[in-house]
């Protein structure tokens, strides 16, 4: 068998395979990607570590991934933020970390999305398991996943093929995820309906954005509501007395350090706001919260300008209505003095 | 560092660059290689590689010392030395953390409350391998089986060669330093065949492995649920198809890499799911570690010389204590029980019931033989006991009440690679890949070359670390 000839063979099928697949993706609408994963936060995650106290980092759920638009605050407040939003999870793993492992002693804006704030402390539920998976890779992770980290950002940011994330979505592109689209019978029951990506990282220090298509498509839109629905129903009940304690214990030492807690409430509409005041009401658990942390927040529903917005998919907001958001935010704020703008003061 | 990773990519093509440069010496690339194979090692926990120094040093000097003293008592203390270092690093970084729970537990069984705070100590990545790798040598040099290394730099690269560092293959002192004696260069057919090793290895571990079967095996392993027969058959299985391809394909790469060097790797495994009976199965599968416990093992605990009760004890020991080298738990001790008891039942029945193998009812054994290895790999996946009784009592009594948790495309998926994998390792028990691959078409390499290639790069691999790094 003549070896060269088959690696010759070989090379230009692969090429021309890759290319053909690159192409096909590209013409179903896919687009280059960078994926949020642990990677990714953690490198966020390691400015905190020499942050001064005139900085703002911001903590949460996807709420604040999607409603806090970083070019619009630091426009308004002369200063980029570092985000440290997960997606489905709760803030308190990550406000921990940074309490118990850093000295920053500057603004903590902790977003918090009742659903997944008040969930849960066990360590294996999945709002608790996912950011506390990103604290430990952050402590934990080697130089060669920084490189590997490294090198495929390139890759992520020029190939649409690429988009496999560690959030296992349903039009993920990836083998895995093509197989589970196969569907043979009924043995088990369907479980979560099929969750499909409804945002986009636009910059490196994870400014997320909601997609046009999540705006436009309202068919597209109620599959991701379908998902909340879904979500909603099979929830186990907030543990409001163990998220509360383990999160005003850090509190305390944060505050005992001199750093600067804002509690902050991002939008919600519709079928999730109704959902939220049914299990979640605000009294009981937000008024609580701020009475109890004692320091300043700010709830979407107490400022007229935040009133008119709506979320396409009931949980999120548009890019167009985040950077609003953001800038009508970072206005309240320095006008209260919860934070400064290094330029003007 | 991973093979299935891009700093992997990027490190390959740097090292292979310095290698076929035509600037260096032999000696200035041994260098090279030896400080790649650093760089390979330490990008994962850099102050552990002075546990490779140490070992490198140790089993340098003890074996110079042996193969320069002539009074046996001094000879017997460098082996015991070599002996006591590389067990101790072993015994302290592997079995710390399971002696201290097994010593609490044992303590509190008499009453006595005590509890110890775990250690915590982190497993330096392929412990296990290296430190047998080196203590072969000593050993080897102390028996007069092997010459000394005729430089320190030819032993400092046997022990710490990138391509096998951490997985192994185990490579015996006489196959691999000898080859560093000379300058060695791939060649071409070399080198396009190390890449295509390198190719199908990581095609085993990506996409077989960890695309198409862990994720069943883990969500089996990982229920704490009574599971319905066929889940807990379908996760075994799956478990079954991924250690075999997750290993092969990291020796597959790791022979794939040294012949892109120009050096010659052992092959690792045979086939092993083709094997009829376990003495065959032992032979296929692992077969570095499996002769290195022949070795220096089961040989000198007496082997075949003192009777038939002596034999199997020994083969039992060897077998428990290469199920305790796998891991730190008695899941594991289980495991290598288990096949000290079918090899021991294969003996008696060669002794007793002889019968002709035929081609005819040669598949129908080695499905058996394949049975009887998934049931140990319920012992060796399972974290626990209870787990493992669970999925056993599953498996058994098939349990229609049980609950499912695979739905029907995932049991479809896992018994089309399981038997497809069956029938492969049955049809090319008795050839090769190599010999095979002679009487094909380029064309069709050249296509089933890029198909594997293409599954690899839709795949997206997550650089899921190969499951061998942690024994």
Redesign the interface.
Same mark, same amino acid.
């Given at each position: 068998?003549?070896?060269?000839?088959?690696?010759?063979?070989?090379?230009i099928?692969?090429v021309v395979?890759?290319v053909g697949?690159e192409l096909y993706w590209r013409s179903q609408g896919y687009i280059p990607t960078i994926d949020d994963n642990k990677a990714l936060w953690a490198i966020q995650r390691d400015r905190v570590d020499t942050l001064d106290t005139d900085a703002v980092v911001f903590l949460g759920s996807s709420r604040t991934l999607y409603g806090i638009q970083l070019d619009t605050w630091e426009k308004e407040t002369g200063k980029r933020p570092v985000q440290l939003a997960n997606v489905g999870s709760s803030p308190l793993p990550v406000f921990h970390d940074i309490v118990a492992n850093t000295n920053y002693s500057g603004t903590v804006v902790v977003g918090v999305a009742p659903g997944l704030f008040f969930s849960t402390t066990y360590p294996k539920a999945q709002p608790w398991a996912w950011p506390q998976a990103r604290v430990d890779h952050h402590k934990n992770r080697?130089?060669?996943?920084r $490189?590997?980290h490294q @090198?495929?950002l390139p890759?992520q940011q020029h190939l649409a093929?690429?988009?496999?994330g560690?959030e296992a979505l349903d039009d993920n592109?990836? $083998?895995?995820t093509? @197989?589970k689209q196969?569907?043979?019978?009924n043995?088990?029951p369907e479980g979560m309906p099929p969750f499909y990506k409804f945002g986009r990282m636009t910059t490196l220090d994870r400014n997320l954005q909601m997609t046009d298509r999540t705006v436009t498509d309202t068919a597209f839109a109620h599959t991701i509501t379908k998902v909340w629905e879904f979500i909603g129903k099979t929830s186990p009940a907030p543990d409001k007395a163990a998220t509360m304690a383990f999160f005003l214990k850090d509190v305390k030492a944060f505050k005992a350090r001199g750093g600067h807690l804002i509690l902050m409430r991002c939008p919600s509409t519709y079928g999730v706001r109704a959902g939220e005041n049914f299990m979640l009401p605000r009294q009981d658990y937000w008024d609580d919260l701020v009475e109890q942390s004692d320091v300043m927040a700010y709830h979407f529903e107490d400022y007229p300008q935040f009133k008119d917005l709506k979320c396409p998919e009931w949980s999120h907001l548009s890019a167009e209505d985040a950077h609003f958001f953001t800038a009508e935010l970072a206005k309240l704020m320095l006008a209260d003095k919860a934070i400064i703008n290094p330029q003007t003061n | 560092?991973?093979f299935n990773?891009?700093?992997f990519i990027?490190f390959l093509v740097i090292v292979l660059g310095f290698y076929y440069s035509t600037y260096f010496t032999w000696i200035s690339k041994k260098r090279m290689l030896l400080l790649a194979s650093y760089v390979f090692y330490?990008?994962?926990?850099?102050p552990l590689i002075l546990l490779l120094w140490i070992s490198t040093v140790v089993d340098w000097t003890a074996s110079k010392r042996i193969a320069n003293a002539k009074d046996k008592s001094r000879r017997k203390l460098w082996l015991l030395l070599s002996l006591v270092v590389n067990l101790g690093f072993l015994g302290f970084f592997k079995y710390g953390d399971f002696v201290l729970e097994n010593f609490v537990a044992l303590v509190n069984s008499f009453g006595i409350a005590y509890t110890a705070r775990p250690m915590d100590i982190i497993l330096p990545m392929g412990i296990s391998f290296y430190t047998f790798q080196t203590m072969s040598y000593t050993i080897d040099i102390y028996k007069r089986k092997a010459k000394p290394s005729k430089t320190f730099l030819d032993f400092a690269l046997y022990v710490t060669f990138f391509p096998q560092l951490v997985a192994g293959p185990i490579v015996r002192a006489k196959d691999l330093i000898t080859q560093f004696y000379k300058e060695k260069r791939a060649t071409?057919?070399q080198f396009?065949?190390g890449?295509?090793l390198l190719t199908i290895g990581v095609f085993q571990k990506v996409?077989l492995a960890d695309?198409?079967l862990s994720?069943v095996a883990d969500d089996v392993f990982g229920s704490s649920e009574l599971l319905h027969g066929v889940d807990a058959w379908t996760g075994t299985l799956a478990f079954s198809g991924q250690i075999f391809f997750d290993f092969a394909g990291y020796s597959t790469c790791a022979i794939g890499i040294a012949l892109m060097l120009g050096i010659t790797l052992p092959d690792n495994f045979r086939y092993p799911y083709g094997s009829i009976g376990f003495s065959d199965f032992w032979k296929r599968w692992h077969i570095s570690l499996s002769s290195w416990l022949r070795d220096y093992l089961y040989i000198p605990l007496g082997g075949n010389r003192y009777g038939i009760t002596r034999m199997y004890v020994a083969l039992m020991l060897t077998m428990l204590l290469g199920g305790l080298w796998h891991g730190a738990a008695w899941t594991f001790m289980v495991w290598g029980g288990l096949h000290g008891a079918y090899l021991i039942l294969e003996k008696l029945q060669k002794q007793y019931l002889p019968f002709q193998i035929t081609k005819w009812n040669g598949v129908f054994l080695a499905f058996i033989t394949f049975s009887c290895v998934n049931i140990t790999w319920v012992f060796f996946r399972a974290r626990s006991f209870d787990t493992a009784w669970q999925l056993l009592k599953s498996m058994f009594y098939l349990q229609p009440n049980g609950l499912?948790?695979?739905?029907?495309?995932s049991?479809?998926?896992v018994c089309v690679v399981i038997i497809v994998l069956f029938l492969c390792h049955w049809m090319m028990r008795n050839t090769s890949l190599k010999t095979l691959?002679?009487?094909?078409?380029?064309?069709v390499?050249?296509?089933f070359?890029?198909?594997l290639?293409?599954?690899i790069?839709?795949?997206?691999g997550?650089?899921e670390q190969f499951i061998y790094f942690q024994f």
């Open positions: 068998m003549n070896l060269k000839k088959a690696f010759c063979i070989a090379l099928t692969a395979g890759v697949w080697t130089y060669v996943q $490189l590997n @090198l495929s890759l093929l690429m988009s496999a560690e592109i990836d $083998l895995k093509l @197989l196969i569907k043979v019978g043995r088990i | 560092m991973l990773s891009l700093s990027v330490g990008l994962w926990n850099p071409s057919d396009i065949w890449v295509f996409v695309t198409l994720g499912k948790i695979l739905d029907s495309f049991i479809i998926k691959s002679k009487k094909a078409s380029p064309w390499i050249g296509v070359w890029a198909v290639f293409l599954l790069v839709i795949a997206q997550s650089g």
